[in-house]
Nanobody, 126 residues
Framework: QVQLVESGGGSVQPGGSLRLSCVVS????????MGWFRQAPGKEREGVAR????????YYADSVKGRFTISQDNAKKTVYLQMNSLKPEDTAMYYC???????????????????WGQGTQVTVSS
């Protein structure tokens, strides 16, 4: 059974930075794609960033482009989300997810992902 465990959330002032981590418990960290999503109260879960695990290609939502960076450490079976220049509107629960199927619904859709972490809260406030 694959498990994903996020960490690194917290409270930060606007303009600050946080780095989220997601450790993936699987035999071989290979293939498929990883995504970071977020969900604010009363809003739908939205895709923030994703990475193709073998190719290393990355994709970002327009709202975070230039501020957030997704990366991975294959040896540690960990994917990261470096978040800089944080804004109050970045406040949300952040989830990492793993997809192994062909992303019929697109990499930005929650329907493309098979496994989810429990989430880590990010609060940006002065």
């Amino acid at each position: 059974q694959v498990q994903l465990v996020e960490s690194g959330g917290g409270s930060v002032q606007p303009g600050g930075s946080l780095r989220l981590s997601c450790v993936v418990s699987e035999y071989t960290y290979s293939g498929g794609y990883m995504g970071w999503f977020r969900q604010a109260p009363g809003k739908e879960r939205e895709g923030v960033a994703r990475i193709l695990r073998n190719a290393g290609s990355t994709y970002y939502a327009d709202s975070v482009k230039g501020r957030f960076t997704i990366s991975q450490d294959n040896a540690k079976k960990t994917v990261y989300l470096q978040m800089n220049s944080l804004k109050p509107e970045d406040t949300a629960m952040y989830y990492c997810a793993l997809g192994r199927q062909s992303p019929y619904y697109g990499l930005g859709s929650t329907a493309s992902y098979n496994y989810w972490g429990q989430g880590t809260q990010v609060t940006v406030s002065s």
